[in-house]
Every structure is written in C-alpha cells, then in structure tokens.
C-alpha cells in the first residue's frame, strides 16, 4: 500500500490508465476538450456499430482523417510516453500500461506491456474472416481483406460505444492485485475505464494516483492528484517513484 507520504516497495505492481490528454501534447485531439473531436461530429454517427451499418463510407473517412493525421511526421510520442515507457523498463515490479487511445504513440514511445482497450486505428479488422491485420492507410467498401480476400468487410479495429473493450479480464485481474493505480489524461467519461479507480479501491490494496490537465469526473476518488500538462507531470512522477517510491 502506497500513500504520497510512503514510498511504495521497489516490487510494487503498477497499473497505468491513460486517455486521450497523453497524446494532446503529440498534435493529437482529445474528445471532450473544447477543440475536442466530439465538439465537431456526433457518437452516434461515427463510433457506434448502428452508424457503421447506416453509413459505412462516413465512418470509413472519420478514421481515415484521424489515421492520416496520425501517421504525420510531425506527430511523435511526447515526453509523458517516453516517461511511462522508462518506468516500464526500470520498475523492478510489473507495470501494465492500459490505455483508451487508439494511436500507436506509447508502443512507438518503448512501451510493451500495453493493453489497447478500445482497439487500435492502425488494425483493419475483417468482418467475415475476423482477421486483424496492420492498415496504415484509408480503408473504404473497396479494400480488401489481407487474409481472406474478400472486398467490403473490412473495418478499422476499434471499440465503438456499446461494443465490448479488450482483455477485460486481464484487466480486472491487474487490477485487484495492483500496489498502484495511476490514470493520466482522461475525463473519466468513458465507462467501464472510468470504474477502473473503484474496481482498485473496492480491492482495498492499491493507492490511486491522477494526473491530468484538469480534475476528470471521478477526481474525488483519487487518494493522490497531481494537475499539469501530461508532458510536465508525467516525468516528474516517474522520477518520484523510481528516485524513491512515489
Ligand atoms: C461497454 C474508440 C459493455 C473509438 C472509444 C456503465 C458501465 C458500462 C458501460 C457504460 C456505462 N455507462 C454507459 C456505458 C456505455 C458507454 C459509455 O461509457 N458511455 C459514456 C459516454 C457514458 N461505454 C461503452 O459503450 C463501452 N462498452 O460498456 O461494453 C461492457 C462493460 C464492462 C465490461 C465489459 C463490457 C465502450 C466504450 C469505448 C468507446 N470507444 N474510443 C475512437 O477512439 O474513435 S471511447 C473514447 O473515449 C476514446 O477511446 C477515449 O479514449 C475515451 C475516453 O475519453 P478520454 O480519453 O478520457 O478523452 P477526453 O477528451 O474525454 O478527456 C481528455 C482528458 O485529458 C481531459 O480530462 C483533459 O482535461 C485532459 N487533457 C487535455 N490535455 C491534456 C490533458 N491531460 C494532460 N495533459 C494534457 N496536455
């Protein structure tokens, strides 16, 4: 057990949560932020499976924008991936990075132990053969299955609402037997990842860190909270915990 006034024990298990604001500082968009993406289009038109089968080619050019604007030069991991990659490498105790983002920045950062909950842009999922294969350029009715061949099943492999996220279990396990649970730059919206925090507290073993921009929705049921860019905060935590425990 790990409070700010104690340091946690150097075979500690940390669980990290990130969202969206990790990757703000990369030139990527939030969701809920003013300039947010869902400021300019709606759910239920471009992240549900109801608009994918209603309108396939308006969902397909949602991603391909987002894909393209990914997969720009001037879009790289910023130093809070680079921060949560080197405590990966250097915290002697497991550490389980679970993030909501479907950018590639933390496994481009160095991270490997990743759980991409809600799916990956960079995966074209085949809707007849179920194969999952890279795709790093735009997807329409016209693309073709890499395994199976066929045409007009592709879609990009993420979880749209009311689909169900990745290794829940995997992840639920992690979190009942965690020393530390720190969630970075997400609103705490978005549930079954926004319940994460309670999911650790009901364990009644982990401390809870978060580190955002802002206070996120379930700020109060944080027993630590740091507030700054992720780009400042991140680091600096990350050299608390490896310096002396947290
Ligand atoms: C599901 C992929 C069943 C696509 C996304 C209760 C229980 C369970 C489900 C529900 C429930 N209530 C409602 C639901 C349904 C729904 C839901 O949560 N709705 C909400 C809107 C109420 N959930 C679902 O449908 C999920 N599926 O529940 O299945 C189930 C349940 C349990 C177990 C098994 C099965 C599926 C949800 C996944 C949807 N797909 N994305 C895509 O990306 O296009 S969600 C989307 O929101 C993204 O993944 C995103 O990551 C996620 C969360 O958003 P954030 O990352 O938090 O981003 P946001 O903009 O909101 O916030 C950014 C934060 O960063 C801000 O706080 C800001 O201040 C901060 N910030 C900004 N700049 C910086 C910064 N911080 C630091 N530094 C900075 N520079």
Not at 23 to 34: A, I, M, Q, V
Not at 99 to 108: K, M, S, V, Y
Not at 172 to 192: H, M, R
Request: proline share 5%.
């Amino acid at each position: 057990m790990a409070h700010a006034d104690k340091s946690l024990s150097k075979t500690a298990r940390i669980v990290i949560l990130t969202g969206a604001g990790i990757s703000k500082e990369s030139g990527l968009e939030t969701f809920r932020d003013p300039d947010g993406i869902w400021a300019r289009v709606r759910v239920e038109d471009v992240a549900t499976p109801e608009a994918f089968a209603r309108d396939p080619a308006r969902v397909h050019a949602f991603y391909n924008a987002r894909r393209q604007g990914l997969l720009s030069e001037t879009v790289r991991p910023n130093a809070a991936h680079l921060a949560l990659a080197r405590l990966e490498a250097e915290w002697p105790g497991e550490v389980l990075l679970v993030t909501q983002n479907i950018d590639d920045l933390h496994e481009r950062a160095g991270a490997r132990n990743l759980i991409h909950m809600h799916g990956e842009i960079s995966k074209a999922l085949c809707t007849l053969c179920q194969d999952i294969s890279p795709w790093r350029h735009d997807m329409d009715g016209t693309s073709q299955c890499p395994a199976c061949g066929h045409t007009g099943t592709l879609r990009v492999n993420v979880v749209w609402f009311g689909e169900t996220p990745f290794e829940m279990d995997r992840i639920y396990q992690a979190l009942a037997k965690c020393d530390l649970f720190v969630s970075i730059g997400t609103s705490g919206n978005v549930y079954p990842a926004a319940g994460f925090v309670e999911e650790v507290r009901m364990a009644n073993q982990g401390h809870t860190a978060e580190l955002n921009l802002e206070p996120s929705e379930g700020h109060s049921l944080f027993a630590e909270r740091i507030y700054g860019p992720a780009s400042e905060v991140v680091p600096a935590y990350v050299q608390r915990l490896l310096q002396d425990g947290g």
